[in-house]
């Protein structure tokens, strides 16, 4: 484990004194820019036997059970089907349940077994529905002596005020487009300006999108939107029905790069189709493009609901197509 190098400002500022360090810490800021790891690296921190300036040290007991996972007095907190939940376009199923706020109340209620510092990381704190949040408030007001709790949220204007008012917020940066692409080639990423500009710049969802299953699935898609044939989509829809959340995402940043591009020529995420992109918004109409793009949005609400994916996804991909062929 170790910090991220676009991290290492505000780690200096957030550890230069460990007792100065609020006992509820709020790390906000988009989604896949290190904020989960960054509360990790504070906790294994604060609970090193010998820490340095730079971080934990990486060789005490206490280390080495937090790299196992099983340190006895550190809890993560975050919501079971994290995994899956965090597929993009999927915002439901990620909930924090109440008997795992009231087990970590319990376990704050015991002495420490290491006589020292105590951490809780919670993520994403969003996750947090009011029983959850209700069964936390007191503990997150005034927590034992030596205990930190820190939670992480993509989206801190939907976590409860309750919640807010008890934490310290603190914004995390990304990192500059410069140090994020250096870094996406230093984890042998081949196209890291064109995936960092698909991620919204944040380089760790475009470590992710790096993964070659996917990168060969969003090549057929965005070929298929380049050439938009009613039957030919058709197709693309049956072959992405269990993906209908991604080939959401691409169609919707596809949408809005071939706005921008008539707006003002340039793209903002799809770098590497610029010339498709550019092809297609030639031939199409304004208005029935705000429409269209206006429709798929909003849709993308039914994505967390057991419907028909493939009629879903194949009647946005229509409406795409009848927008360049009737000119
Ligand atoms: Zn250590």
């Given amino acids: 484990?170790?910090?991220?190098?676009?991290?290492?400002?505000?780690?200096?500022?957030?550890?230069?004194?460990?007792?100065?360090?609020?006992?509820?810490?709020?790390?906000?800021?988009?989604?896949?820019?290190?904020?989960?790891?960054?509360?990790?690296?504070?906790?294994?921190?604060?609970?090193?036997?010998?820490?340095?300036?730079?971080?934990?040290?990486?060789?005490?007991?206490?280390?080495?059970?937090?790299?196992?996972?099983?340190?006895?007095?550190?809890?993560?907190?975050?919501?079971?089907?994290?995994?899956?939940?965090?597929?993009?376009?999927?915002?439901?199923?990620?909930?924090?349940?109440?008997?795992?706020?009231?087990?970590?109340?319990?376990?704050?209620?015991?002495?420490s077994h290491q006589g020292g510092w105590r951490a809780v990381v919670l993520q994403p704190a969003e996750g947090l529905g009011i029983a959850a949040a209700n069964a936390l408030l007191k503990t997150l007001e005034e927590p034992p002596p030596k205990t930190v709790f820190l939670l992480v949220s993509h989206q801190p204007r939907r976590l409860l005020p309750t919640i807010l008012s008890r934490c310290r917020k603190l914004a995390v940066p990304g990192p500059e487009q410069a140090t994020a692409v250096a870094w996406l080639r230093d984890q042998a990423v081949a196209n890291p300006e064109s995936l960092l500009a698909e991620s919204g710049g944040a380089?760790?969802?475009?470590?992710?999108?790096?993964?070659?299953?996917?990168?060969?699935r969003r090549e057929r898609f965005l070929a298929g939107l380049a050439r938009p044939e009613r039957e030919d989509l058709s197709a693309l829809a049956g072959e992405y029905q269990q993906r209908v959340g991604e080939a959401w995402a691409w169609l919707i940043r596809w949408l809005c790069d071939v706005l921008l591009c008539r707006a003002t020529g340039q793209v903002r995420f799809f770098i590497d189709h610029v010339d498709a992109i550019r092809q297609a918004a030639d031939g199409m109409d304004e208005a029935r493009l705000w429409a269209a793009y206006r429709q798929i949005l909003s849709d993308g609400r039914w994505l967390q609901h057991p419907l028909n994916g493939q009629l879903l996804l194949e009647s946005w991909l229509i409406r795409y197509a009848d927008l360049g062929a009737r000119r």
């Fill in 203 to 216: 380089p760790l969802l475009a470590l992710d999108h790096a993964e070659p299953e996917r990168m060969a």
């Fill in 1 to 111: 484990m170790s910090l991220y190098p676009w991290q290492g400002e505000l780690w200096q500022r957030l550890t230069a004194e460990r007792e100065r360090l609020p006992h509820a810490l709020l790390l906000h800021g988009p989604a896949g820019i290190g904020k989960r790891d960054l509360a990790m690296e504070l906790a294994r921190w604060l609970l090193c036997h010998a820490p340095t300036a730079g971080g934990a040290c990486g060789q005490c007991p206490s280390c080495l059970w937090f790299g196992q996972g099983g340190h006895p007095d550190f809890r993560l907190i975050e919501p079971a089907s994290e995994a899956e939940g965090a597929e993009e376009g999927k915002k439901g199923g990620r909930r924090i349940t109440v008997d795992q706020v009231r087990e970590v109340v319990e376990f704050l209620t015991l002495t």
